[in-house]
């Protein structure tokens, strides 16, 4: 933890951040092998935080004009300032238990719904945040046994 503490400090550091590191806590631990912390590009931090905070209730620990932390979306996470997030091949998914009152959420916070699609077992959006990054979120359906 202390090595990934340093290590995470020093990449602040080196993009002009200046943490205070004795505030900086993890809320999940280690795992060999999966997936550990999520960074986002965003080119406006007070935006990105102003959305994700209302439409999902996660909160946010400042480090510098340029980078920020996230903690309450069930894996640890950054945000880097002052960048247009680059859509791919890569889709984040949060999970959901109930999907309609996400959806809502996420519009009243300034989303974008992109895409609805169902499939066995489940049903999901995809919205698009104000600050440009695509993201989906799911909910479990029981599948009827007809």
């Known amino acids: 933890?202390?090595?990934?503490?340093?290590?995470?400090?020093?990449?602040?550091?080196?993009?002009?951040?200046?943490?205070?590191?004795?505030?900086?806590?993890?809320n999940m631990p280690q795992t060999n092998n999966h997936i550990d912390y999520v960074e986002f590009a965003a080119p406006d931090l007070a935006v990105f935080k102003a959305f994700y905070g209302e439409a999902f209730g996660w909160e946010f620990q400042d480090w510098g004009p340029d980078y920020i932390s996230f903690?309450?979306?069930?894996?640890?996470?950054?945000?880097?300032g002052g960048e247009t997030p680059v859509i791919g091949s890569?889709?984040?998914?949060?999970?959901?238990?109930?999907?309609?009152?996400?959806?809502k959420k996420v519009v009243?916070?300034?989303?974008?719904?992109?895409?609805?699609?169902?499939?066995?077992?489940?049903?999901?959006?995809?919205f698009r945040d104000p600050t440009g990054n695509v993201l989906g979120v799911w909910m479990q359906v029981e599948i009827s046994e007809d």
């Open 71 to 80: 903690q309450g979306a069930g894996i640890d996470g950054g945000v880097r």
């Open 1 to 26: 933890m202390r090595r990934l503490l340093v290590s995470f400090c020093c990449g602040l550091f080196a993009l002009g951040c200046a943490p205070q590191i004795e505030t900086f806590e993890r």
């Open 90 to 103: 890569t889709l984040t998914i949060l999970y959901a238990d109930d999907l309609d009152a996400s959806e």
């Open 108 to 126: 009243a916070a300034g989303g974008e719904i992109t895409e609805r699609h169902e499939f066995p077992g489940g049903k999901r959006f995809h």
